[in-house]
């Protein structure tokens, strides 16, 4: 992947730039053109969208294999993540159907969610009580009873995290191969088969994406600066200061981004492909920058029987 990745990052420097102007129809490109491409087509029925974060598209192949063995069948497409590939960037996003800047004071949090997410549809015709919003899915036994929609038959609009995925992958001690056999034990609980069933048997119409994907990657170093760095990642570094960042710059191998969508004060400084900012040699599985692996992820639709 190392040569791919070289031409996408050169590609993504270049072109990412001209994606968030593009329309979400007939298909969405971004994640934040998700909520609106859905709305569109579903205008009068109830719908469910589940992101699974951090899961790209290694992680679905398995998934997806797991599922069809099952009987379910899909319609897949795949949409590109807000960068920096980070959580309280890119979900955001989805939830809010809007660009990085529009929620510029919530950056480095997740907790408006379910305020973004209850706005973007009553501001598309759905009231506020018709629609719910959960999140930290996963973790436990399935239990349809602790699934919001199933208790209150007014929800018409669904929007939930299953996060397991991103807890596995930051675990993920042995790497790549670790966060996929701890996926296989996951999927063995089948938490997702009876959750999408269940959906169905409701009348969902139900769609599965992910805020961001991830990749392995060896420490190029790690950088001590204090309060000087506002956000450390493994994979981006963010920055209230162009200045502090180009300081930085100078320290370590990287690539400043172009700040796409991003607030002015927003200064995002990423790890090259297979590099993380952690120590020399240093293994971990993770996300935040701009590699084919964290930045196209799923966006998929699970078809009925009848489809």
């Not at 955001?92 to 529009?102: D, K, L, N, T």
């Not at 670790?178 to 169905?200: A, G, I, P, R, V």
Request: net charge neutral.
């Amino acid at each position: 992947m190392n040569g791919i990745n070289q031409y996408f990052e050169e590609w993504m420097l270049e072109k990412y730039k001209t994606l968030p102007s593009l329309p979400p129809y007939p298909l969405p490109k971004m994640v934040h053109h998700i909520p609106h491409f859905i709305s569109s087509k579903h205008n009068d029925e109830k719908v469910a969208l589940l992101v699974m974060d951090g899961m790209g598209f290694a992680q679905w192949k398995k998934i997806r294999q797991h599922l069809l063995e099952k009987g379910l069948s899909f319609e897949e497409n795949g949409v590109f993540a807000w960068v920096p590939t980070l959580t309280s960037v890119s979900r955001q996003a989805i939830f809010s159907g809007s660009m990085p800047s529009v929620f510029a004071n919530y950056l480095d949090t997740t907790r408006k969610e379910e305020k973004h997410w209850k706005n973007f549809w009553e501001n598309h015709g759905v009231v506020k009580q018709y629609v719910s919003f959960q999140k930290g899915l996963g973790k436990q036994t399935y239990d349809k009873s602790e699934i919001v929609p199933f208790n209150r038959p007014n929800i018409k609009v669904y929007g939930a995290v299953i996060d397991i995925i991103d807890k596995i992958m930051h675990g993920a001690i042995q790497g790549e191969k670790s966060l996929m056999s701890e996926l296989d034990l996951w999927l063995q609980t089948n938490y997702l088969f009876q959750l999408l069933c269940d959906l169905q048997r409701e009348n969902f119409t139900v769609y599965l994406t992910a805020d961001h994907g991830n990749t392995e990657s060896v420490g190029s170093g790690r950088l001590s600066e204090g309060v000087l760095v506002e956000q450390k990642g493994e994979r981006a570094r963010i920055y209230s200061d162009q200045l502090l960042l180009s300081a930085a710059k100078e320290k370590i191998e990287s690539i400043p981004w172009n700040n796409i969508g991003l607030p002015a004060d927003y200064n995002v400084l990423l790890a090259k492909y297979g590099q993380a900012f952690v120590n020399k040699g240093e293994q971990v599985v993770s996300h935040g920058g701009i590699s084919i692996e964290e930045v196209i992820v799923p966006f998929v639709k699970v078809l009925s029987p009848k489809e």
